[in-house]
């Protein structure tokens, strides 16, 4: 990749969700129901967050996992905060050189989901906040966050890929303060919104690099102890595509999966679907939360 700095990547970032904004010649239903999502998504950031909340003096950090949810809203907010910079007459040149983001590395990860992190952090210029991964392992993630707060006091809010069909997420806002048990600061959740179909049909057409694990049929990443492919994508059900069209124009005809690692190459199969094969909201965590011990697959 060419560019490497935050104001050429967000640059990027701007022309993916302009060009996707501008599609007219599909007359898919699933895209037009991702040009308003994106619609709203922007309407929050530019006119409702970054009003309160510079998005250029260090009061926001944004929570990236490496998941396909953070990576779409990761991919809007780096356009509005070139539209941001446009726009203002404060600032010469672009302001930041990296964008403050969090990752609480909690769970044993997939390998491809912790190279696909460090290579999107250098791809998205995001100085990610990496703190002691043995203390993050033994405590709760509200916890983790109590430290990352003491670490990074003037974060004032913190930006959140969570959507209302994710588990106990129905009633959220999307902007709130956290709950009691967790450190006071905003969340800012502009995604809140999407529908599973929209964020697949986004990110394919953006061309943008996929975390690997999700071409071999899993749909949301968790432990990996806990986490299998999602049994409703098994081939014999005989899916159809929905999305070839933003697959040929964002990669060319093959979706741009990042290569399973060495460790995870057994995952590779030719029995599952890839994620993107499921459209339906409800049954997306199907392969969470079971130990594949409970599943007697181990
Ligand atoms: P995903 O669907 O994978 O995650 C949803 C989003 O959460 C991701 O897109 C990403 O932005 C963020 N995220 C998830 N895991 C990580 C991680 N390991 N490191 C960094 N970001 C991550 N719950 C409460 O009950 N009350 C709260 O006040 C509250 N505040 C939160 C504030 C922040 C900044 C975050 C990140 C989470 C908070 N949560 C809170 C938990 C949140 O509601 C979800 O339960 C949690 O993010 C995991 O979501 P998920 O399992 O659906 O995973």
């Not at 974060?155 to 959507?163: C, L």
């Not at 432990?223 to 492919?229: G, S």
């Not at 199969?269 to 409970?294: A, F, I």
């Amino acid at each position: 990749m060419a560019d490497s700095n935050l104001a050429n990547t967000s640059k990027r970032c701007y022309e993916i969700t302009h060009s996707y904004l501008q599609i007219t010649e599909s007359t898919s239903e699933i895209i037009r129901g991702t040009q308003k999502d994106i619609d709203t998504t922007r309407r929050l950031l530019l006119k409702e967050i970054f009003p309160r909340w510079s998005p250029f003096d260090g009061d926001i950090s944004f929570s990236y996992n490496g998941g396909k949810d953070c990576q779409v809203l990761l991919i809007i907010y780096l356009g509005c905060l070139w539209e941001c910079y446009q726009s203002s007459k404060q600032h010469e040149k672009f302001p930041l050189k990296t964008l403050k983001a969090v990752f609480i590395d909690q769970d044993k990860n997939f390998e491809t989901l912790e190279q696909f992190v460090e290579f999107t952090k250098k791809r998205y210029c995001l100085s990610l906040y990496e703190a002691d991964r043995d203390f993050n392992k033994s405590v709760s993630m509200s916890v983790a966050f109590y430290k990352y707060l003491k670490d990074e006091p003037e974060t004032k809010a913190i930006v959140v890929g969570i959507r209302h069909t994710d588990p106990f997420a129905e009633d959220l806002k999307p902007i709130q303060r956290t709950d009691d048990g967790w450190p006071d600061f905003l969340r800012l959740q502009p995604l809140l919104h999407w529908k599973l179909a929209h964020i697949w049909s986004f990110l394919l057409y953006s061309g943008e690099p996929i975390c690997g694990i999700y071409g071999a049929g899993f749909t949301s990443l968790g432990d990996v102890n806990h986490t299998l492919p999602n049994s409703h994508l098994i081939k014999t059900n005989k899916l159809p595509l929905f999305f070839q069209w933003e697959i040929d124009h964002g990669s060319d005809g093959v979706a741009n999966c990042s290569s399973l690692s060495s460790k995870d190459s057994h995952l590779q199969n030719d029995q599952y679907l890839p994620g993107w094969y499921l459209l339906d909201d409800s049954l997306e965590r199907c392969g969470r939360n079971k130990s594949k011990k409970e599943q007697g697959l181990n």
